[in-house]
T-cell receptor, first 112, second 113 residues
């Protein structure tokens, strides 16, 4: 069974700090790795995608992938109260369409 | 246009009703998805259409019936639902080629009474 594991949290960080969210996955042939942000009562929003080992930066967000360790993380620099949400890690295969397995999500709380 | 539009936003239906959820995108995406999400749980895949053909049915009960009339439109027909089917139903799309994450619609909040 393909599994994607995340710490459910809540992860509390003070405003301006770095938030670090982690995700491990079990399927070694996974090719696509995504982070989605979901505010309470809203739909998920794609914030980062990463496909090769290393770091990928986009604004205040950095995704890190280590396929050997089957580990993907998301760093949020200068955390803002508006970053308070549930962050879903999604891992899968692509080829025509995306079929991913979602983790259960980590709830992030940024304390003003 | 970079949106996936879902209607209605909220739906309350009885267990004997028939209703439909609608999803529309004009991004030229060729893969469309239905997901179901219960409170405090991750989205669960229900169906995938790729180039208007049903590619994945994740053993969803027959009371849920998907339809893809054209490349921009995806419907989910509902009939004889149970209270446990109450959830947020999400539509998503991807280009259909290469690696892209989902663009989700805002969802339909379904309550079965």
């Amino acid at each position: 069974q393909k599994e994607v594991e995340q710490n459910s949290g809540p992860l509390s960080v003070p405003e301006g700090a770095i938030a670090s969210l982690n995700c491990t996955y079990s399927d070694r042939v996974s090719q696509s790795f995504f982070w989605y942000r979901q505010y309470s009562g809203k739909s998920p929003e794609l914030i980062m995608s990463i496909y090769s080992n290393g770091d990928k930066e986009d604004g205040r967000f950095t995704a890190q992938l280590n396929k050997a360790s089957q580990y993907v993380s998301l760093l949020i620099r200068d955390s803002q109260p508006s970053d308070s949400a549930t962050y879903l890690c999604a891992v899968g295969l692509s080829g025509g369409y995306q079929k991913v397995t979602f983790g259960t999500g980590t709830k992030l709380q940024v304390i003003p | 246009d970079t949106e996936v539009t879902q209607t209605p936003k909220h739906l309350v239906m009885g267990m004997t009703n028939k209703k439909s959820l609608k999803c529309e995108q004009h991004m030229g995406h060729r893969a469309m998805y239905w997901y179901k999400q219960k409170a405090k749980k991750p989205p669960e895949l229900m169906f995938v259409y790729s180039y208007e053909k049903l590619s994945i049915n994740e053993s969803v009960p027959s009371r849920f019936s998907p339809e893809c009339p054209n490349s921009s439109l995806l419907n989910l027909h509902l009939h004889a639902l149970q209270p446990e089917d109450s959830a947020l139903y999400l539509c998503a799309s991807t280009p259909g080629q290469d690696n892209y994450g989902y663009t989700f619609g805002s969802g339909t909040r379904l309550t079965v009474v």
